[in-house]
């Protein structure tokens, strides 16, 4: 039974992951990104870490792939633009990424430890919860800092992009964009009534 | 625990190697911040598979930070493409190359 569900769940991911980076569309390419974060989710309760499963459905799924999408929408994004040249030719790209899994792999086949049992309140809320507060007390504040830190930072950068986007219409032709609210904030300087 | 761990971490291996690939040949920012994010997946399986081999909570705490950690950079990324589009119209890692000098 575990094994059939591991194996439905290894396909599902893997088949996530090549859609993640092969899809044309960017909305494809986070469809397949959920599946395959789904897909983990159910590999963590095989391996009895429920509340990691749970994060990973909610903050996964649910925030981040969101998060994805509301951008795609923001941006009206398009795949990538056609190209003669690239940093990376794809087929070099490949071979390079089929030696790394190889590698991996081969690191991977190498684990022979058997796994103990555990009690039934492994990897449960509560015994999770007890080492984030208990030996984990003082990286856990530092991750809510950091947490704080993502959402200062991402509302100081909301407010620069509104400056950015409305400066591009009042610069003359031939500013380049970084350079216009300086020029704006010249003008304003020179006594010139906004608006 | 009847799938022998070597298997999730042969799957978590193949899902890292996926992450590299989109990094190296996607141009969109976006697609290469999925691919990262796709990454740091395939460490956090193989971080609850050697915790349950351990019998020890620390690997699943570990994933935890590595949630944290992810959703903030996630915020702050998409924040700065969100800026860099504004500014220039394109999502694409390959024009926006000014670090370059």
């Known amino acids: 039974m575990e094994a059939v569900l591991f194996a439905i769940t290894a396909v599902l991911g893997v088949a996530g992951g090549v859609g993640v980076i092969a899809a044309r569309q960017p909305v494809h390419s986070a469809l397949g990104l959920l599946l395959a974060l789904l897909s983990l989710a159910v590999d963590y309760l095989l391996l009895d870490a429920q509340f990691v499963a749970v994060l990973q459905v909610i903050i996964y799924a649910g925030a981040i792939v969101v998060l994805f999408v509301f951008i795609i929408m923001l941006l009206r994004a398009t795949g990538d633009a056609p190209r003669a040249r690239t940093a990376v030719p794809p087929r070099a790209a490949a071979a390079l990424g089929a030696v790394l899994a190889a590698a991996l792999l081969a690191a991977a086949l190498t684990v022979r430890t058997e796994p103990g049992g555990v009690g039934a309140d492994y990897g449960t809320v509560e015994q999770v919860g007890r080492a984030l507060f208990g030996p984990y007390a003082l990286p856990f504040e530092a991750a809510s800092i950091v947490l704080v830190v993502g959402m200062i930072g991402a509302v100081a950068l909301g407010k620069r992009a509104q400056a950015i986007a409305v400066a591009p219409a009042r610069a003359a032709p031939g500013v380049r964009a970084q350079d216009a609210p300086a020029s704006r904030l010249a003008a304003g300087g020179a006594g010139e009534p906004e608006g | ?101």
């Open chain 2, 1 to 101: 625990m009847s799938v022998p761990a070597p298997l999730y971490l042969s799957l978590s291996a193949v899902l890292f190697a996926l992450g590299t690939v989109g990094v190296l040949v996607r141009r969109s920012a976006l697609i290469v911040f999925m691919s990262v994010e796709l990454m740091l997946n395939a460490v956090n399986l193989t971080f609850v598979t050697f915790a349950r081999l351990r019998g020890g909570v620390d690997g699943q705490v570990l994933v935890f930070f590595v949630l944290v950690v992810a959703a903030a950079e996630v915020v702050i990324g998409l924040a700065i493409i969100v800026n860099i589009f504004r500014a220039r119209e394109t999502v694409d890692v390959d024009d926006v190359d000014l670090l370059r000098g």
